[in-house]
């Protein structure tokens, strides 16, 4: 019993075991340097890392309310691996920050909340889960202490996350009055499309849209994108996400399959009008992060249309989606949060004549946009086809033209940027930035996984051999 | 023969590249690895014609197939036909060409010459690709090098230009993206769906899907190609880009659009191919006219070669719509030949250019006193291009208008007609601005002390010329390569016309 408890749980606790270690040496008050603690977190989440790929186990704990199997293993893995990326990134940022234990504090346990939302196999538990993984962030995003902008954003992502949780509190609980069930194994069979459960569903899929920032329910995106540090930014726009979807996923495939007719026209709707007005938006942003959180919504969209594909290579294509996605979007916010840290500057216009100074540096950003943008060879061309054919395998092509052109409309803002760096010239372009080791093996990683995960065909093969 | 080595040759070349440093080293390990290149294209060439001759009538020669996505039965399946083997010595040619006229770039050479192979890279993938996804692949690989090499290296409004031309190329290829997903839906073998060309072509998909994702397919290759009104990425993106890309724009980029159109519209499509081809010959001969005529209003040298390659592009497009035997052989040597004559035109006008400053014919003027050697090139270049017997333009050309003739509807026999009255129109700007800016007096004072040209842009030019009068006075040795390979697409239209 304990054993199983072990290995069942053994991501879930390594997490636990590293927010506690930090939360003694913040209370022991003495004086630990801070690269020390920086580089221990690591090494502890790159083990979790590797242990995750070992002695895996399905099984249920705690009632049913915990389920695990090798997929969802392989997807904590993977926010795993970006919260790994993300921590070696912000290196510079953190070593002088008076408050860095904090940091790791509240990161981690959101990304326990993430772990168990993944894991739950019960609504009561998904919705607890959630709040775990949500309040910290606010929190987060707030951890630029001297500036107005990252309180008003900590504020608004508070407000909006408090008032999608109480949709999806309420989704919940007319779930329950309608079935009398919130495990998802019963409610599979037991949901009906009765207009009461459809109307608990709507609740439920506005819960979701607001977390995944999908349109009409991203209004709060942009401005906690720019106000928070860069890497809470990078942090939302993946980790949180990724999770979000691996959970969407799930539930929609296997919990709301009665229900499929009504959730596919409402995906259609909501991934046409996310592609859309996350690409219009897009357009003419100045701000880097800005600009990056409204691609992050046009990408959802993206997402969205793979999931309406309803079948193994649907949730295949997404989760390899995020993998990609985790790589891409990870070694473009790495390069803006290394310019953020030393320099200060995040608009695009800064950006110009950056490839005469850095020349190494703008070919990571570049690489990540054109894998952003779904360019080959980088992994980004397979995950968009991926998606895209998943998408189309429901017949409608209405759907992929839509988005075929929204890939191209996309590419002319990430154009823009590779246009600035390379082409534009500048007066007095950012100086000759130096990274250290630890952010330079986080991009390394990334532009490995770019170029690796899309010719070898071995990451989305696994991922589909387990989602079958 | 491996014909992967033709993907691994220059992706070899472009590491080396980034490796070796300062620009002679650059230039010397990118011309060894085009001289690599056109030599393996030639043993290709040999091997593929020892095959021949050994009696092997399989549809496509040298093939290999690798699993590459399992569980979307996708492969990485190449293979040559007579077409491939055309089309890639084309590019070949192209390619020492390029290296050698761009062998004075300073600024940025490693990425210049990184790129262009790069570039490279893609078209011989395209070219020897039998599995649609893998074909797909290679196009967007050839998309966004022209960016960066048009918007880094290029004159003019550089920007606007790469911006057009990368977002209508990619625009096109989400076209073809929505037309092979139709295609792969539609497929089934052995319970699965599949993207592998030779299996499709076997494949009776039905008349009703071929009408709906037709013109997907091919007017998103049609838009690589300059097909009206998808042409305005052509002049701006040409006369933007630096020498070599010119060419490899013209030359190679234009090609994988026609190429496209014939292997996957036509040949996957057949019945969608003959309801549409009333349409697509109207279309080619508005691109023939207008391009000519557009040509004509033309001041800038590179703007007149731009819409004059709309207007040769319109016959590749013709001898397509014809979807006759004699039409199509036309269409594919009119690519080759286009895509030759062009490359040399670009590279002799960048010439021009390096030396005067300028590419305004009307600055330009007795550049036969001090450049003997560039002047006839551009002669030779011009000549082709208004179809002097001779060489290879006249050959495509005239394959072209009598495979058209065949056809003995009112019909064709007007568009034939338009068509041929166009090559008065070409002769009309090519002698104007040869007789402007080579012969007649010197305008420009400054010009009289101007140098001829260099053994590097000697050496790209007599291959280019080398190739245009092979074909054009022993065409048969071309039209002997290609006609299998357009047979087969025949036999798939045969009982359709009759």
Same mark, same amino acid.
């Given at each position: ?66 389920? $695990? ?103 919940? #609980? ?11 194994? =019963? ?49 939302? #726009?993946?980790? #949180? ?54 691609? #992050? ?14 079948? =193994? ?28 840290? $030393? $320099? ?34 980088? =992994? ?61 093996? =986080? ?26 | ?154 004159? &003019? ?33 052995? &319970? ?27 007017? &998103? ?17 040409? /006369? @933007? ?42 279309? %080619? ?23 004059? @390659? ?16 004699? %039409? ?37 003027? &007795? ?17 082709? @291009? ?10 495509? *050309? ?7 003739? *065949?056809?003995?509807?009112?019909? !064709? ?32 004072? *400054?010009?009289?002390?101007? !140098?001829?040209?260099?053994?590097? *842009?000697?050496?790209?030019? /007599? ?19 290609? /006609? ?15």
């Amino acid at each position: 019993m304990v054993n199983d408890f072990l290995i069942l749980m053994k991501q879930e606790l390594v997490i636990t075991l590293i927010i506690f270690v930090l939360l003694f040496v913040k209370l022991s008050n003495k004086d630990t340097k801070n690269e020390t603690l920086i580089n221990f977190v690591n090494i502890l989440l790159a083990l979790n890392l590797v242990s995750g790929f070992f002695m895996i186990r399905e099984g249920n704990l705690f009632g049913d309310m915990f389920h $695990t199997d090798e997929l969802l293993t392989l997807e904590k893995n993977l926010l795993n691996l970006g919260t790994l990326i993300i921590s070696l990134q912000s290196y510079n940022w953190l070593k002088d920050h008076k408050h860095m234990p904090e940091f790791y504090i509240l990161m981690l346990s959101t990304l326990l909340g993430m772990f168990f939302m993944i894991s739950s196999n019960n609504l009561l538990m998904f919705y607890l889960a959630l709040e775990l993984s949500t309040i910290p962030l606010a929190a987060l995003a707030n951890f630029d202490l001297e500036k107005r902008r990252s309180s008003e954003a900590a504020f608004k992502m508070i407000v909006s996350s408090a008032f999608s949780s109480g949709l999806l509190l309420f989704g919940i #609980s007319l779930v329950y009055g309608a079935t009398g069930t919130l495990n998802f194994a =019963a409610l599979s069979t037991s949901f009906t499309s009765t207009p009461l459960n459809i109307f608990a569903f709507v609740l439920l899929i506005a819960g979701f849209g607001f977390k995944i920032s999908a349109v009409p329910f991203h209004l709060w995106t942009a401005d906690v994108y720019e106000g928070s540090p860069v890497p809470v930014t990078s942090y939302l #726009s993946v980790i #949180s996400k990724g999770a979000i979807l691996f959970v969407l996923v799930s539930v929609l495939y296997k919990v709301f399959t009665p229900l499929n007719e009504s959730w596919y026209n409402m995906l259609f709707i909501i991934s046409v009008l996310t592609m859309i007005i996350g690409n219009l938006f897009a357009l003419r942003q100045q701000n880097m992060k800005r600009f990056l959180a409204f691609s #992050s919504i046009a990408q959802v969209g993206f997402i969205l249309i793979g999931i309406t594909g309803q079948s =193994a290579e649907g949730s295949a294509s997404v989760i390899y989606f995020v993998l990609v996605y985790i790589f891409s979007n990870l070694a473009a916010f790495g390069v803006i949060n290394l310019i953020s840290a $030393t $320099t200060g500057k995040e608009n695009i216009n800064d950006y110009k004549g950056f490839y005469k100074t850095n020349p190494r540096l703008s070919w990571v950003l570049a690489i990540a946009l054109f894998s952003l943008g779904g360019i080959p060879p980088t =992994a980004g061309f397979f995950g968009k086809f991926f998606l895209l054919l998943a998408g189309a395998g429901r017949g409608n092509y209405l759907l992929i033209s839509i988005a075929a052109l929204n890939m191209v409309i996309s590419l002319y803002y990430y154009l823009r940027i590779i246009k600035a760096m390379f082409m534009d010239a500048n007066e007095n372009p950012i100086e000759d930035v130096k990274a250290g080791w630890s952010p330079k093996l =986080a991009m390394i990683i990334c532009v490995t996984g770019i170029i690796i995960t899309g010719l070898a065909s071995g990451a989305y093969q696994y991922i589909y051999s387990l989602v079958k | 023969m491996n014909l992967s080595l033709l993907i691994i040759v220059p992706l070899l070349t472009a590491i080396v590249v980034l490796l070796v440093k300062g620009l002679k080293q650059v230039r010397t390990v990118a011309l060894i690895g085009s001289a690599a290149q056109l030599v393996l294209c030639f043993v290709l060439f040999y091997f593929y014609q020892q095959e021949r001759a050994n009696g092997n009538t399989a549809n496509f020669i040298f093939e290999d197939n690798y699993t590459w996505y399992a569980p979307l039965n996708i492969n990485y399946h190449i293979g040559v036909d007579g077409i491939s083997i055309a089309m890639v010595l084309l590019t070949t040619f192209v390619v020492i060409a390029g290296v050698l006229v761009s062998w004075k770039m300073e600024r940025l050479n490693k990425e210049f010459f990184f790129l262009l192979l790069f570039l490279s890279l893609g078209a011989y993938g395209f070219f020897i690709a039998l599995d649609l996804f893998t074909l797909f692949f290679f196009l967007e690989v050839a998309v966004i090098p022209k960016f960066l090499l048009i918007g880094i290296w290029g004159s &003019g409004k550089k920007e606007y230009s790469a911006m057009k031309l990368a977002l209508m190329l990619m625009g096109g290829s989400a076209l073809v993206f929505v037309g092979l997903a139709g295609l792969y839906f539609n497929t089934n073998v052995n &319970g699965a769906h599949s993207f592998d060309l030779v299996q499709i072509a076997n494949m009776n998909i039905p008349i009703e899907v071929q009408k709906l994702f037709f013109p997907f397919a091919f007017i &998103g290759f049609g838009i690589f190609t300059a097909l009206f009104p998808f042409h305005t990425w052509v002049p701006d993106g040409h /006369s @933007s880009a630096p020498t070599a890309a010119s060419m490899f724009l013209a030359g190679i980029s234009m090609k994988l659009g026609g190429y496209g159109c014939l292997r996957v519209a036509t040949y996957l499509m057949p019945d969608a191919a003959h309801e549409y081809s009333t349409i697509i010959i109207v279309l %080619a001969c508005i691109a023939i006219l207008y391009g000519a005529f557009a040509t004509m209003m033309q001041t800038d040298l590179k703007y007149i070669n731009a819409y004059s @390659s709309v207007s040769h592009c319109g016959f590749v497009l013709l001898g397509i719509g014809m979807l006759t035997k004699t %039409a199509i052989d036309g269409a594919v040597m009119q690519m080759v030949s286009h895509g030759l004559m062009t490359a040399l035109f670009f590279a002799v006008i960048g010439m021009i250019y390096d030396r005067t400053h300028t590419r305004q014919v009307a600055q330009l003027g &007795g550049l036969m006193k001090m450049m003997p050697f560039i002047s006839t090139v551009f002669v030779i270049a011009g000549l082709c @291009s208004l179809g002097l017997p001779g060489f290879s333009g006249f050959v495509a *050309e005239m394959t072209v208008f009598m495979g058209s003739w *065949e056809k003995a509807d009112a019909f !064709y026999r007007i568009a034939t007609i338009i068509a041929c009255a166009s090559i008065v129109v070409t002769a009309v700007y090519i002698l104007r601005a040869t007789g402007k800016a080579i012969m007649g007096p010197v305008v420009n004072n *400054e010009h009289l002390t101007l !140098y001829d040209a260099g053994w590097n *842009e000697k050496l790209a030019a /007599s291959l280019l010329i080398v190739g245009i009068v092979i074909i054009g006075v022993v065409p048969f040795f071309l039209k002997d390569l290609i /006609s299998p390979g357009t047979g087969i697409i025949i036999q798939k239209l045969a009982s359709l016309i009759k």
